[in-house]
Nanobody, 115 residues
């Protein structure tokens, strides 16, 4: 069973920056796609950004221009660099990986942006 573990969340003031990290228990080179999702209280989980095995990236409109997703296959790591954070970015952020055997989720890391 693949395990994904997120880190890097925390409390930040509006306008600040955070880097989220996700480490996988297995080689991420096997994943066709990886991504970051978030879920705010009382809301559905939504995609933040995806990165594919060919390096192609897609961003949600709410985060486009304010975030960068990247992956380091050698370290089995994926990152999300976020800047110009807003209070509405407050949510639990989840790492996701999609491979030939299915999809996997991390346990999430809390990001809280204060105004």
């Amino acid at each position: 069973q693949v395990q994904l573990v997120e880190s890097g969340g925390g409390l930040v003031q509006a306008g600040g920056s955070l880097r989220l990290s996700c480490v996988a228990s297995e080689s991420i080179a096997r994943f066709n796609a990886m991504g970051w999702f978030r879920q705010a209280p009382g809301k559905q989980r939504e995609v933040v950004a995806n990165i594919f095995s060919n390096g192609h990236t897609i961003y949600a409109s709410s985060m486009r221009g304010r975030s960068t997703i990247s992956r380091d296959n050698a370290k089995n790591m994926m990152y999300l660099d976020m800047n110009s954070l807003k209070p509405e970015d407050t949510a639990v952020y989840y790492c996701n990986a999609l491979g030939p055997m299915g999809g996997y989720w991390g346990q999430g890391t809390q990001v809280t942006v204060s105004s």
